[in-house]
């Protein structure tokens, strides 16, 4: 497998749709796999807490292949504050301060 996060991605597809993570690769078209609207949002919620993320509902429309999902969730690290995905217990775009 290639990284940590295409391994998650893959898991958390194989989870969704109850079929082996061995018959889903990067190129992967998700239609070809039965992946619906009710599927996305399952999907989607379980990747946020997955990875303590907020994906934008933008970006959702142009996904269509496993890699798609992957290369999103790696910008959306990327462009995160340091420390900001590590560590935090609350729900994706909520902040634990009290402040």
């Known amino acids: 497998m290639a990284d940590a996060v295409a391994e998650k991605v893959i ?18 078209n998700l239609q070809e796999i039965g992946i619906d609207s009710l599927d996305v949002f399952s999907l989607l919620f379980e990747l946020e807490n997955a990875f303590n993320i907020s994906i934008p509902d933008d970006q959702v429309r142009s996904i269509r292949t496993v890699k798609d999902i ?5 910008k959306i ?13 609350g729900p994706a775009g909520q902040t634990s301060s009290a402040d």
């Open 77 to 89: 690290q990327a462009a995160a504050p340091p420390g900001a995905s590590a560590g935090s217990a």
């Open 11 to 28: 898991a958390s597809l194989a989870s969704v749709k109850r079929i082996p993570a061995e018959k889903i690769t990067l190129d992967t």
């Open 70 to 74: 992957v290369e999103g969730i790696k």
